[in-house]
T-cell receptor
């Protein structure tokens, strides 16, 4: 069974600085998808970034980028130029296609951005 | 934008009550999901549905059931609420075959007293 591990329960960063959130996963599959979701205090889960395992190029979305290391089964999220609005819970998630297509989540990292 | 609407943001129920959590999506998505979110445990899948009247158990189905009579609506039922079911419940939906993740509702925080 696939598992997703987020080893940092809480992190903090100063506004305008860069922070990296860690995620590792365990799977025997070669084709899969990885996601980072953000959950602000409003509780609405928002998709931040998505990575397809067969693509070697790391995904980027504006200030958000990932470091995808397939062999190491690592999928970290880098947030550049942190903003107060980035304060949220961040969840890493794994999806294996063509099966049940379930999203398997990690336990989350609470990020606090300080002024 | 796809919308997933959960009928209640906060709910307080008594132990032993039958509880219905409702979820409605407006984009004709085939797949719908119920997750439970607890601190330190992340999101855990309770039940999911591929299509109308179809349902599959997730990782923690005990004490729950679901109903999907119409494509847009997916209900989570707590047959006899217990205090250990106090939690945040999140509903999500997606188009079958899409790998852009899910669209989530904003959650129902259920307290069982």
């Amino acid at each position: 069974a696939q598992t997703v591990t987020q080893s940092q329960p809480e992190m903090s960063v100063q506004e305008a600085e860069t922070v990296t959130l860690s995620c590792t996963y365990d799977t025997s599959e070669s084709n899969y998808y990885l996601f980072w979701y953000k959950q602000p205090p409003s509780r609405q889960m928002i998709l931040v970034i998505r990575q397809e395992a067969y693509k070697q190029q790391n995904a980027t979305e504006n200030r958000f980028s990932v470091n995808f290391q397939k062999a190491a089964k690592s999928f970290s999220l880098k947030i550049s130029d942190s903003q107060l609005g980035d304060t949220a819970m961040y969840f890493c998630a794994f999806m294996k296609p063509y099966n049940t297509d379930k999203l398997i989540f990690g336990t989350g990292t609470r990020l606090q951005v300080f002024p | 934008d796809v919308k997933v609407t959960q009928s209640s943001r906060y709910l307080v129920k008594r132990t032993g009550e039958k509880v219905f959590l409702e979820c409605v999506q407006d984009m004709d998505h085939e797949n719908m999901f119920w997750y439970r979110q607890d601190p330190g445990l992340g999101l855990r899948l309770i039940y999911f549905s591929y299509d109308v009247k179809m349902k599959e158990k997730g990782d923690i189905p005990e004490g729950y059931s679901v109903s999907r009579e119409k494509k847009e609506r997916f209900s989570l039922i707590l047959e006899s609420a217990s205090t250990n079911q106090t939690s945040m419940y999140l509903c999500a939906s997606r188009t079958s075959g899409s790998y852009y993740g899910y669209t989530f509702g904003s959650g129902t925080r259920l307290t069982v007293v």
